[in-house]
Every structure is written in structure tokens, then in C-alpha cells.
């Protein structure tokens, strides 16, 4: 197996690691959420504890959602890194279309991306608000844990995501070329 094919192969690994990491995100997410919306447990024949509250897992919810997200940025960024270097020293015809696929970037991904957790962080205040029969009842814990939750959700997916794209997704330069979309003779070539 040659250096090309090891990248290329690595690229695949990394691509079913990070499939993974969103099926167990959400796998995790809805049970979570599940779980929470139950809310009390009566236990007969408990001797002093009556019951068992269970809305504490969508307090953590958000934050498995981050670092879900941590995870996911990890495996973006080794699949953008290496694209980054196949565009530049691979052969013509991986360069041809590494510059292709960074012009034809999907956009969903970036808003599948950072919406799935901020829905996560308002669904769960959401159910807060809810539970405590509110907002007027919450206390200063629940706005630190709602403020605390949108500030991971900013520094991790927001500002994260977007210094991801300005490391891979800027001119740096090196070739004009490079960044611009494919004129209509390059895209025949493929």
C-alpha cells in the first residue's frame, strides 16, 4: 500500500469514527431526554425515601452533546487536514478535485452541526422551565447552567467550527487557483 491509499484509507477510518460519534450522540441525547421527561419514580416499600427524581439527566444532556461535538471536530479536522494536503501535493487529479469538493462544501453539515446541540441546550431549559412551573421559579443555578451551557455551545461548535474552516478554507496563497470554484473546463475534466 502506498502513501496515497494509507491517506485515503485513513480518511475512511476517520469517516465511519465520526458517524459513530453521531449516532452515539444521539443515541445518548434521546435517552437522556427519555429518561428525564419520566420524572418520579414511586418506590413501594422504601423506608423514608418515597420516590426517585429522574429530571437530573437533562441537565447533562448539553454537555454530552459538547463533548460529542469535541469528539467530531477531532475526526473533522483530520479528514479536512488531509484533503488540505492531498490538494496540494497529491497528483493533478487529486488536486483537480480537492478543489472541486472545497468548493462545493455541503452546508448542511456546518448547521447540522452546531444546531443539534443549541436545540439540545434550549430543549433542555425548555423542559427546566417546565418542570420548575416557570421561569420566575428558576433559581441562580439553573441560569448559571442555561449560561454555562450556551457559552460551551459558542466555544466549541460556533468558534470551533469556524476555526476549522479559516485553517483549511482561506487563500493562504500558495496557488491562486487553489480556492476559486472550477471553471467549466476543469469541471470537465473530471
Not at 419514580?41 to 441537565?59: A, E, H, K, P
Not at 488540505?84 to 452546508?107: A, I, W, Y
Not at 420566575?136 to 439553573?142: E, F, Q, T
Not at 479559516?166 to 470554484?181: E, N, S, V, Y
Request: net charge positive; proline share 2%.
Amino acid at each position: 500500500m502506498n502513501f496515497e491509499d494509507k491517506l485515503h484509507e485513513e480518511i475512511l477510518q476517520t469517516l465511519e469514527r465520526r458517524s459513530r460519534i453521531d449516532m452515539t450522540k444521539l443515541t445518548f441525547l434521546t435517552t437522556l431526554f427519555g429518561i428525564g421527561t419520566i420524572g418520579k419514580i414511586d418506590i413501594i416499600g422504601s423506608q423514608g425515601v418515597s420516590d426517585i427524581t429522574l429530571f437530573g439527566t437533562v441537565y447533562i444532556a448539553p454537555f454530552v452533546a459538547l463533548v460529542c461535538d469535541c469528539f467530531i471536530l477531532r475526526e473533522l479536522w483530520s479528514v479536512r487536514r488531509i484533503g488540505h494536503f492531498l490538494s496540494r501535493h497529491g497528483c493533478h487529479d487529486e488536486q483537480t478535485f480537492e478543489c472541486f469538493v472545497k468548493s462545493m462544501r455541503n452546508p448542511f453539515y456546518q448547521y447540522g452541526f452546531k444546531g443539534l446541540s443549541i436545540l439540545t441546550i434550549i430543549i433542555a431549559a425548555w423542559m427546566l422551565v417546565v418542570q420548575k412551573g416557570g421561569i420566575a421559579l428558576l433559581n441562580i443555578s439553573d441560569y448559571a447552567w442555561v449560561t454555562l451551557s450556551l457559552l460551551g455551545w459558542f466555544f466549541v461548535d460556533h468558534r470551533g467550527y469556524d476555526i476549522l474552516k479559516k485553517q483549511f478554507d482561506q487563500d493562504t496563497g500558495a496557488r491562486k487557483w487553489f480556492w476559486k470554484p472550477l471553471r467549466r473546463s476543469e469541471l470537465d475534466i473530471l
